[in-house]
């Protein structure tokens, strides 16, 4: 199966930035979109940014916009999540997830079937 492992999560004050990174393995990684997920305690997960497989489409969620930049680098089987800017809001545990099909610029958030196993971030007030 492909796995997804994140890391660069941390405590951070507000209005500070961190890089989340993604690396991937185990299936073709430049083929597939992906996205970034988030669930805080006691809450959903919900949808945070998605790039396309070929990096030219991006989606974010409006709470992020003009703060939060997805990007990937297939040669190095990562993509990533620049949070600037960031609110104690944003505190939550951070996953990235693949579609489960190749080649799809704007997959349903629900086909998103391939899960790391998180990365918390805590912003301070």
């Known amino acids: 199966q492909a796995q997804l492992v994140e890391s660069g999560g941390g405590l951070v004050q507000a209005g500070g930035s961190l890089r989340l990174s993604c690396v991937g393995s185990?299936?073709?990684?430049?083929?597939?979109?992906m996205g970034w997920f988030r669930q805080a305690p006691g809450k959903e997960r919900e949808f945070v940014a998605t790039i396309s497989w070929s990096g030219s489409r991006t989606y974010y969620t409006d709470s992020v916009k003009g703060r939060f930049t997805i990007s990937r680098d297939n040669a190095k089987n990562t993509v990533y999540l620049q949070m600037n800017s960031l609110r104690p809001e944003d505190t939550a545990v951070y996953y990235c997830a693949a579609d489960t099909l190749p080649y799809r610029s704007a997959p349903p958030i629900t086909d998103y079937g391939y899960w790391g196993q998180g990365t918390q971030v805590t912003v301070s007030s």
């Open positions: 185990g299936r073709t990684f430049d083929r597939y979109t």
